[in-house]
């Protein structure tokens, strides 16, 4: 009896173990060389292509795996476009959407908007120079678009997001008729 005790205790503490380890959802990392569920808006071109090789070691884009989504364009007033993806999944597993982002010489700013349903949040994030960076941007670090309630506020903050309807990227240049020349990959929202 004390056997079978410990075997179902065991069965349980790996059960539980393998759930806290496995708790993201994969949005995309291209890796099947397509970008079929992005759309792509405004002035923003992309393009999956494969990881640009390095000669030093850099453990965020060893991660990378084969392909990346380059995004171009020229912006007008700082503004070039951006690129989405529907999701519509529970999101209440998830307390932040993480993400590699390959810079370019010019620089530039991402704004990162997460849609539940309606209501939408927003992060604004540096484009760094060349290489990659990770960002992981928890959902209580978003901010509340001006025009929704303070109820929609007040969940987010104490209970998280519940669900995710689409993701959005804004590219924004380094200067009023700039240019946004950066990668994005590996996307997921995780624990």
Excluded at 63 to 91: F, K, M, V
Aim: hydrophobic fraction near 45%.
């Amino acid at each position: 009896m004390k056997k079978l005790s410990a075997l179902i205790l065991g069965v349980i503490l790996l059960a539980g173990a393998a759930h806290g380890i496995l708790t993201f959802y994969l949005v995309d990392n291209f890796e099947d060389g397509t970008s079929s569920k992005w759309y792509a808006f405004d002035r923003v071109n992309v393009a999956v292509a494969r990881v640009p090789k390095i000669a030093k070691r850099d453990l965020v884009i060893e991660s990378d795996g084969e392909y990346l989504l380059e995004i171009s364009g020229q912006a007008a007033d700082w503004y070039a476009g951006g690129i989405g993806t529907s999701l519509n999944i529970d999101a209440r597993d998830y307390s932040r959407l993480q993400f590699d982002l390959w810079g370019s010489p010019g620089g530039g700013k991402l704004k990162v908007e997460v849609f539940e349903n309606d209501t939408k949040w927003i992060a604004e994030l540096p484009i760094l120079g060349r290489g990659a960076t990770r960002y992981s941007v928890p959902f209580t670090a978003l901010l509340l678009d001006p025009t929704a309630t303070a109820e929609a506020s007040a969940r987010v903050y104490s209970r998280g997001l519940s669900t995710i309807s689409r993701i959005q990227f804004i590219f924004v240049a380094p200067a009023p008729a700039g240019t946004v020349d950066c990668s994005l990959d590996n996307i997921i929202l995780t624990y």
